[in-house]
């Protein structure tokens, strides 16, 4: 059974570039959800996605969005980037949350 | 606001020793607990889930316990390896409304078995 699949694994952008992160949950997965991981703020909750619609949503600006499709493949994007976007961030899918999460292994996203 | 506290920040025992490590939470409401463990750079795997209505869970050398009315888990290690450093994050579920559910991470142990 495949794991939750996150890609790219690292990436380096510039300041006010724009990027895009994937997550492809495990099969039948419909909950996606998304966390920002630093040294300094620990793991932070970005927001959750089930069938294709936005049910939750951490304290994070608006350059900060995502979206869910039909095969439960997410992404999240960040506009205008800023050095304290620099983190690992991660991706977590859940069959239903009585049931636990499962994360997988991150992007490192490095902004320079 | 749910506030997930772990102590001690970091540990170091040697290899063979028990040992144990404490997560707190502000809130009772909880749906479950999860105990995961994060290698260097990596992601998380999940250890052990405690559901709400449980006291612990067990999975080989490690024994999970959870007294929900006082906010307190424990993660107990058995004879400890070099293979078990790692951080170690605890995480409750709490409803967030809609449907909806999210975790709140304490900031883990980062655990240290000297061979």
């Known amino acids: 059974k495949a794991g939750v699949t996150q890609t790219p694994r690292y990436l380096i952008k510039t300041r006010g570039q724009q990027v895009t992160l994937s997550c492809s949950p495990i099969s039948g997965h419909r909950s996606v959800s998304w966390y920002q991981q630093t040294p300094g703020q620990g793991l932070q909750f970005l927001f959750e996605y089930f069938s294709e619609t936005q049910r939750n949503k951490g304290n994070f600006p608006g350059r900060f969005s995502g979206r869910q499709f039909s095969n439960s493949r997410s992404e999240m994007n960040v506009s205008t980037l800023e050095l304290g976007d620099s983190a690992l961030y991660l991706c977590?899918?859940?069959?239903?949350?009585?049931?636990?999460?499962?994360f997988g292994s991150g992007t490192r996203l490095t902004v320079v | 606001k749910q506030e997930v506290t772990q102590i001690p920040a970091a540990l170091s025992v040697p290899e063979g020793e028990n040992l144990v490590l404490n997560c707190s939470f502000t809130?009772?409401?909880?749906?479950?607990l999860q105990w995961f463990r994060q290698d260097p750079g990596k992601g998380l795997t999940s250890l052990l889930l405690?559901?709400?209505?449980?006291r612990e869970q067990t999975s080989g050398r490690l024994n999970a316990s959870l007294d929900k009315s006082s906010g307190r888990s424990t993660l107990y290690i058995a004879a400890s390896q070099p293979g078990d450093s790692a951080t170690y994050l605890c995480a409750v579920t709490q409803d967030s409304g809609a449907g909806s559910y999210q975790l709140t991470f304490g900031k883990g142990t980062k655990l240290s078995v000297i061979p």
């Open positions: 977590a899918s859940s069959f239903n949350a009585g049931k636990g999460y499962t």
């Open positions: 405690i559901q709400s209505s449980q």
């Open positions: 809130d009772s409401a909880i749906y479950n």
